[in-house]
C-alpha cells in the first residue's frame, strides 16, 4: 500500500519493506502510548480535584480572618506588609489566590469535558506540580473504553503515518538517484 501526501510517496512501493515494519511500529507505538491519556487525564482530574480542594481551605480561611477583622481580600493583603517576611508572606498568599484560580477553571473545564475532548485541552493539564504527581503514580493499564480504543486507533494511525512519512521524506532524497 502506497500513501500519497502533496504527490509525495510516504511509504516506498517496492524495496523498502523495512520502512512498511518501522510504520507499523510506530503505529503500535502510538496506540499504546495515547491509548493511555483517558486514565492518565482521569487520575490528572481527581489530584486536580485534591489541589483545588486543599487551596479551597486557605482561600476560605484567609477570608473568613480577613472579614472577622471588618476586611476585604484586598485590604487584609495590603496590611501584609512592613517587613522583608511579611513581603514575602504577602506575595506567597497572593499567588496561592491566582493558583487556587486558575486550577479552579481548569477543574471545572476537565469535569465538563469526555475524556476524548480532554485531548484538545493539553493547557488544562499543564499544572507542573500536579501533572508531576500524576506521572510518578501512574501505570499504563489495557484500555478497556470506548474512549481508549478511540485513542489507541488516533494514536496508531498518528503513528504510523508519522514514522513512515518522516522515513519516506528522509530516504527521498537517496530514492531521485536510484540509491533506495
Known amino acids: ?3 500519497r501526501l502533496a504527490g509525495v510517496s510516504l511509504v516506498p512501493k517496492a524495496g523498502c519493506a523495512m ?3 518501522l510504520a507499523v511500529v510506530g503505529g503500535v507505538a502510538g ?18 480535584a485534591g489541589q483545588v480542594d486543599a487551596l479551597r481551605l486557605v482561600v476560605v480561611g484567609f477570608d473568613a480572618t480577613a472579614a472577622a477583622n471588618g ?23 497572593a499567588q496561592t489566590f491566582a493558583r487556587y484560580d486558575r ?13 476524548l475532548a480532554r485531548l484538545t485541552m493539553p493547557q488544562r493539564l499543564a499544572d507542573p506540580q500536579t501533572l ?3 506521572w510518578d503514580d501512574f501505570r499504563p493499564a489495557m484500555p478497556v ?10 494514536g496508531y494511525l498518528g503513528g504510523w503515518l ?19
Do not use: H, K
Open 1 to 3: 500500500m502506497t500513501i
Open 19 to 21: 520502512i512498511r515494519v
Open 31 to 48: 496506540a499504546a502510548g495515547l491509548s493511555q491519556f483517558p486514565e492518565f487525564s482521569q487520575q490528572y482530574l481527581q489530584r486536580l
Open 71 to 93: 476586611l476585604s481580600r484586598e485590604a487584609a493583603l495590603a496590611q501584609i506588609t512592613g517587613t522583608a517576611f511579611l513581603d514575602d508572606q504577602r506575595a506567597d498568599v
Open 103 to 115: 486550577l479552579s477553571a481548569n477543574l471545572a473545564a476537565l469535569r465538563e469535558a469526555t475524556p
Open 132 to 134: 508531576a504527581a500524576t
Open 145 to 154: 473504553t470506548m474512549d481508549g480504543a478511540l485513542c489507541a486507533v488516533a
Open 162 to 180: 508519522g514514522t513512515g512519512g518522516i522515513l519516506g521524506l528522509l530516504l527521498m532524497p537517496f530514492r531521485r538517484r536510484g540509491v533506495a
